[in-house]
């Protein structure tokens, strides 16, 4: 065994190494590294076969507690098919909704409320950024949010970036709020079984209140360059009316009740005992089915990489799982905090936080489940204070840095793309405080709240 954990540590090493240079696509490192796990670590190594099942978890599919809660509870090891195809669900539906003009006539109808004034613009759109990305994947939201941003900062002759900075962090936490706003709780929710109401009231609440101060740091940091931007009538009435974004009103409508249709089976998942495997196929299949001329076009837009990323991912961790190394590393963190369960909340939301602000946090957050799962059966901690932790860590953390999250990734390349350059120093001066902020506001309120 001690082989075998050697070996998946090194597999897991290089899979994060490769994963941070960025020299090969992220879904062809995980692939390449879940399937020599599987060769070398389970095949010749172990000489087990049914460990080898049981990381494809391929029979947890067609199990009735796969899609609805009154089945045998799911296993949480191996790859974690309810995350993927929820998250394929997801991907479909915004497509659709993408399709049919919704988030360009979003945005400039709140644009249009608040009358293109440089302050209340930015705060009306930090508002929408959090309130979209806690139940659409954040890239998607800053993808838009971004290119209808620098597209009203051109015509009103406004910089962008400021407004661009505070929707990127804004889109981060509030993927934090909800249990499929972003992919690491996703990948929590899933695996530890807690319900979109679960998130709401735990990190929801962290992520609301910090949002407050967030909205006063930002403003503070940027007064000084909004409020000596004017707007003037000529350029406010060369603007295009939110009506324009609409491409066609009967899909806008359409996608409007089935974006309705998900937040409410999101909602009441815990009550109907729809899993969230469950509610992805079927919002899925009902935007296929409403926008079936363009199949075809929502298909090939679908991010099956991404996909494919997670697939090979839960395999690699898998093997950490399968061989004890997580447990060696649960039973480390219980013997440095002295089994003091303040000092493990303490180390397990700011590894989180500073490990997803230099490295991707989808694998970090997978890796971790099994370990604070380990943490909680070995040290008799409670799992659910463990879990809120890695949460907040993870999907806050990633904002620090331009590569932290991929939301940063896609809002600082749209401004770079149209010409506003954002550098690591511009980038970082906010962000840092900023997640530094929302950790430590976190932190306490852990604190206060279960321990």
């Known amino acids: 065994m001690q082989l075998a954990q050697i070996l998946a540590i090194i597999i897991f090493v290089m899979m994060f190494v490769l994963i941070v240079t960025d020299k090969i696509e992220r879904h062809y490192v995980t692939l390449g590294c879940g399937l020599a796990t599987i060769v070398i670590v389970f095949g010749i190594v172990m000489r087990s076969p049914a460990t080898i099942m049981e990381s494809?978890?391929?029979?947890?599919?067609?199990?009735?507690?796969?899609?609805?809660?009154s089945g045998a509870e799911?296993?949480?090891?191996?790859?974690?098919?309810?995350?993927?195809?929820?998250?394929?669900?997801?991907?479909?539906?915004?497509?659709?909704?993408?399709?049919?003009?919704f988030f360009r006539w979003l945005c400039m109808k709140i644009a249009k409320l608040v009358n293109y004034k440089p302050v209340p613009l930015l705060i009306s759109f930090m508002v929408m950024s959090f309130c979209l990305a806690m139940f659409i994947d954040s890239i998607t939201v800053i993808l838009f949010l971004a290119a209808v941003t620098v597209e009203l900062a051109k015509l009103l002759k406004l910089d962008p970036v400021p407004m661009i900075l505070s929707e990127i962090f804004c889109a981060n936490l509030g993927g934090s709020a909800t249990m499929c706003g972003d992919p690491p709780n996703i990948i929590i929710g899933t695996a530890l079984h807690y319900s979109f109401f679960d998130f709401l009231k735990n990190t929801g609440l962290m992520a609301v209140c910090s949002l407050v101060l967030i909205i006063i740091y930002f403003y503070?940091?940027?007064?000084?360059?909004?409020?000596?931007?004017?707007?003037?009538?000529?350029?406010?009435?060369?603007?295009?009316?939110p009506e324009s974004a609409i491409n066609d009103k009967k899909e806008f409508i359409y996608s409007f009740i089935i974006f309705g249709l998900a937040v409410v089976l999101l909602v009441s998942h815990e009550a109907t005992g729809l899993t969230v495997a469950f509610i992805g196929t079927f919002i899925a299949l009902i935007t296929f089915i409403v926008f079936r001329k363009d199949a075809k076009e929502i298909i090939s837009k679908i991010d099956f990489k991404t996909l494919l990323f997670f697939i090979g991912l839960f395999v690699v961790v898998s093997g950490l799982e399968a061989t004890g190394v997580l447990e060696i590393l649960a039973n480390f963190i219980g013997k440095v905090s002295g089994g003091d369960i303040r000092v493990m909340i303490a180390i397990?939301?700011?590894?989180?936080?500073?490990?997803?602000?230099?490295?991707?946090?989808i694998p970090f957050s997978a890796t971790m489940v099994p370990v604070i799962q380990a943490l909680a059966s070995t040290m008799g901690v409670d799992l659910s204070t463990l879990a809120w932790a890695l949460?907040?860590?993870t999907d806050v953390g990633g904002s620090a840095t331009p590569i932290g999250a991929s939301a940063n990734v896609v809002g600082t390349s749209v401004a770079i793309k149209n010409g506003y350059i954002i550098g690591w120093g511009k980038y970082c001066r906010t962000a840092i405080p900023a997640t530094i902020i929302v950790i430590a506001v976190s932190m306490v309120m852990i604190f206060i709240r279960y321990t």
């Open 56 to 69: 494809l978890n391929l029979r947890n599919i067609f199990t009735l507690g796969f899609w609805h809660t």
């Open 74 to 101: 799911t296993a949480s090891i191996g790859i974690n098919w309810a995350t993927i195809i929820f998250i394929a669900g997801m991907m479909v539906m915004v497509e659709g909704m993408a399709l049919s003009g």
């Open 220 to 241: 503070f940091s940027y007064r000084n360059e909004l409020v000596h931007e004017e707007v003037s009538e000529a350029d406010i009435a060369a603007l295009p009316s």
């Open 348 to 361: 397990i939301i700011w590894v989180s936080a500073i490990a997803s602000a230099v490295v991707d946090n």
């Open 391 to 393: 949460a907040i860590g």
